[in-house]
């Protein structure tokens, strides 16, 4: 069955870092790739996404390249901020009808 | 971007009693709407599939006489933890689809904490 794995946390870095956090994923077909994130206390909300190969996901200065080759989605980031400390999930989706499959997130804390 | 709410956000019981949570879709009608249990060290486990008009589809080890769920409208999912007990305390989370289901992307409720005393 479909499934993804992300790096464990926690990750912790310095204000200004590079940030990398790995996920692969197993799927049939060609599936949607998402990577959502949780701030503390609140819910989930889409980071970026990818619906086809090469495809790059970017929002708020993250980014993530669906690679199919190596069934891959990893997210990163030239130079984190303090705000960006949360949780981060890889997810990916087989149709649009079908539910969505989560990693078991990335909690990511990072120092002023 | 699509909203999803979610009430209560945080509610407190007594071992025993029943808790009803709601998700609604304020901008959207969504046929199916999901539900999630958040554990503690964050990992998300999808509980069930909650249909319009029809039965929930209950993901495997979930007890479906324990969470009931009902979709009665096209904007309204209710989540409903029967009986409660402290181990049933969690972060519950619905989400749903626009129409047309698009790429697959999900909108997500604000979360509702549940504490069982």
């Known amino acids: 069955g479909n499934s993804v794995t992300q790096m464990e946390g926690p990750v912790t870095l310095s204000e200004e870092a590079f940030l990398t956090i790995n996920c692969t994923y197993t799927?049939?077909?060609?599936?949607?790739l998402f990577w959502y994130v949780q701030y503390p206390g609140e819910g989930l909300q889409l980071l970026l996404k990818?619906?086809?190969?090469?495809d790059k996901g970017s929002n708020k200065g993250f980014e993530a390249t669906y690679r199919k080759e190596t069934t891959s989605f990893h997210l990163e980031k030239g130079s984190v901020q303090v705000s960006d400390s949360a949780v981060y999930f890889c997810?990916?989706?087989?149709?649009?009808?079908?539910?969505?499959?989560f990693g078991s997130g990335t909690r990511l804390s990072i120092r002023p | 971007g699509a909203v999803v709410s979610q009430h209560p956000s945080r509610v407190i019981c007594k071992s025993g009693t029943s808790v009803k949570i709601e998700c609604r879709s304020l901008?959207?009608?969504?046929?199916?709407m999901f539900w999630y249990r958040q554990f503690p060290k964050q990992s998300l486990m999808l509980m069930a599939t909650?249909?319009?008009?029809?039965?929930?589809?209950?993901e495997q080890g979930v007890e479906k006489d324990k969470f009931l769920i009902n979709h009665a409208s096209l904007t309204l999912s209710t989540l409903t933890v029967t009986s409660a007990h402290p181990e049933d305390s969690s972060f519950y989370i619905c989400?749903?689809?626009?129409?047309?289901?698009?790429?697959?992307?999900?909108?997500f409720g604000e979360g509702s904490r549940l504490t069982v005393l």
């Open positions: 901008d959207f009608q969504a046929t199916t």
């Open positions: 909650s249909n319009e008009g029809s039965k929930a589809t209950y």
């Open positions: 990818a619906t086809k190969a090469d």
């Open positions: 989400s749903a689809r626009e129409p047309g289901g698009g790429t697959g992307e999900l909108f």
């Open positions: 799927a049939t077909g060609y599936p949607s």
């Open positions: 997810a990916l989706s087989s149709s649009s009808a079908s539910k969505i499959i």
